[in-house]
């Protein structure tokens, strides 16, 4: 049989120093890289390679083109009175479905399409599809 001397038990404590430090340099490393991954990448949009969707109805049609002038179905109007614009619209029309089609110049700022599409949430619209044109084939 073996024998125990006396005064030495067997340690039982584990050193969590080492895990500690690993886990504030995780800690670091994630605090530092994800707002990297909340602005994104730089992209040139848009181009796509669906096809057109068939409506039986034309939607409206919002033009934002690149000096950021705003224009409702050909009507340059100003940011601020487009969803009072759209409000009469829709309220003029049989169609139940609020529907509008956003064409921006890829060269217009993102908060420009942003105060656009705001304004638009606020007039009632349901539908907001971004209209892209065509990939070239290479």
């Known amino acids: 049989m073996l024998r125990r001397r006396a005064g030495r038990a067997p340690i039982a404590n584990i050193n ?10 995780l800690l670091i490393i994630f605090m ?37 002038q705003v224009a409702l179905e050909d009507h340059v109007v100003e940011v601020g009175g487009l969803g009072a614009k759209v409000v009469a619209i829709f309220a003029a029309r049989e169609d139940e479905r609020r529907e509008v089609l956003l064409r921006a110049d890829r060269t217009v700022p993102y908060g420009v399409v942003a105060q656009v599409m705001a304004s638009l949430q606020e007039a009632g619209v349901d539908h907001l599809g971004m209209m892209t044109r065509p990939m070239e084939t290479r």
């Open 16 to 25: 969590v120093t080492p895990l500690v430090d690993v886990m504030l340099v």
């Open 32 to 68: 530092v890289t994800s707002p990297m991954l909340t602005q994104g990448v730089d992209v040139d949009l848009p181009e796509t390679t669906s096809t057109p969707v068939k409506q039986a109805k034309e939607p409206l049609t919002v033009t934002i083109n690149r000096d950021g």
